[in-house]
Structure formats: structure tokens, C-alpha cells
């Protein structure tokens, strides 16, 4: 199986922050990612599918990049309600698997 | 906008059979593919596998013994099943909607805690 580690595991950020946190394949897996946002008690969200396409609805401050094996997600201007666990997960194989998140909390 | 809402018994005992059903409003069964994932206490997500909108199914293969997801489009629904259940399997089951080609999950449940205990 692809397995996908996830970077930093927390990171502390305020308001109006620009965030980077990134996401690395055990293999190479072309531009087959996808990043969701996971709030406790609220149903998950796609933000990015296809590694930098945006899912409908999503504001424009976050953004995806990479392709192969190292891929990001960043958020422009971190937001209120942004803080939250972002996880990546892979779609290269029909074995889907994800990462294991990264938190953003309030510095 | 497609609604998800999980359902079924919030503690069940060791070995018995997890069951779980994800109702499916403004959107239907019959297309799309319809997943499963879960996400145990204080670890990540695991993806349990989905059902193509053809009916067909795909596992993960460290749970493909024991899971069984079936759909009922009278009532749009999709059905998760996972036997002999352990203590392990305590876990958010979350249901979600799976977009072809690059298989995003657009569109997710709450999640319902399940747990394994005696």
C-alpha cells in the first residue's frame, strides 16, 4: 500500500497567517491527491482534488501544489474557522489510503 | 446539495457484526460511488472501501474478510457491514460520496461513533 506522511503533525499559527504543511507518497502517485479539512462533531470537507484543483466552494486561500511524491497545501490568510486537522489522501491506487493530518491550532 | 446522515447502534459487543446505514438525500445511490471510512480515537483515517454506483464493491484489503457494503435504492441508502468485531474497530464511521476518475470524496456524513465494548 501508498502511504502518506503528513508535515508538520501540529503547527501553531495566527490570524492572517500564510500556512504551508505538506504531504509526502511512499511512491510516486502522478497528481492523484486530495486534501480534506476535519472539524470534531462536523462532517469533513474536500478543499483540493487532483492536487490543485479547488472543490467547489472552497475560498481561494487555499491552494494545492506538487505532483510525484511531495505535495502541499497552503492557506493564504488563515481564517477563524481554519483551524482545524487537514488530511491528504492518495488515489493513485484503488487502495485508498491517507495521511495522518496535520492540526493547525491558535499560536 | 447532497445530504449524508449515518445511523445504527453507537456500542456493540466484541465479535458481533457492526451495522451501520448512510442516508442519501438530494442526490442518488445510482450514481457516483458511495465510501466508507473511519477514524479510531486519537489515530488517522482509514479508508474501508466503497461501492461503485454499477453495485460492484472495492475493499481494503486488511478488512475485506470481514466487510460487506451493499446499497438499497428504494430507499437511497448504502449499508456498511463489518464482522467479528474488536475492540479495535471502536472508531467515527463516517459515509461519504466518491467522484470517479480521481475517487475525491465531495461530500461526507457526521460520522457515528461506534464502540466495541463488552
Known amino acids: 500500500d501508498i502511504q502518506m506522511t503528513q508535515s508538520p503533525p501540529s503547527l501553531s499559527a495566527s490570524v492572517g497567517d500564510s500556512v504551508t504543511f505538506t504531504c509526502r507518497a511512499s511512491q510516486s502517485i502522478s497528481r492523484y491527491v486530495n486534501w480534506y479539512q476535519m472539524k470534531s462533531g462536523k462532517a469533513p470537507k474536500l478543499l483540493i482534488y487532483a492536487a490543485s484543483n479547488l472543490h467547489s466552494g472552497v475560498p481561494s486561500r487555499f491552494s494545492g501544489s506538487g505532483s510525484g511524491t511531495e505535495f502541499t497545501l497552503t492557506i493564504s490568510s488563515l481564517q477563524p474557522e481554519d483551524f482545524a486537522t487537514y488530511h491528504c489522501q492518495q488515489s493513485y491506487s484503488p487502495f485508498l489510503t491517507f495521511g495522518g493530518g496535520t492540526r493547525v491550532e491558535v499560536k | 446539495q447532497v445530504q449524508l446522515q449515518e445511523s445504527g447502534p453507537g456500542l456493540i459487543k466484541p465479535s458481533e457484526t457492526l451495522s451501520l446505514t448512510c442516508t442519501v438525500s438530494?442526490?442518488?445511490?445510482?450514481?457516483?460511488?458511495w465510501g466508507w471510512i473511519r477514524q479510531p480515537p486519537g489515530k488517522g483515517l482509514e479508508w474501508i472501501g466503497y461501492?461503485?454506483?454499477?453495485?460492484?464493491?472495492n475493499y481494503n484489503p486488511s478488512l475485506k474478510s470481514r466487510v460487506t457494503i451493499s446499497g438499497d435504492t428504494s430507499k437511497n441508502q448504502v449499508s456498511l457491514r463489518l464482522s467479528s468485531v474488536t475492540a479495535a474497530d471502536t472508531a467515527v464511521y463516517y459515509c461519504?460520496?466518491?467522484?470517479?476518475?480521481?475517487?475525491?470524496?465531495?461530500?461526507w456524513g457526521q460520522g457515528a461513533l461506534v464502540t466495541v465494548s463488552s
Open positions: 461501492m461503485y454506483h454499477s453495485g460492484g464493491t
Open positions: 438530494d442526490a442518488s445511490i445510482t450514481t457516483h460511488y
Open positions: 461519504a460520496r466518491g467522484v470517479e476518475g480521481v475517487v475525491q470524496f465531495d461530500s
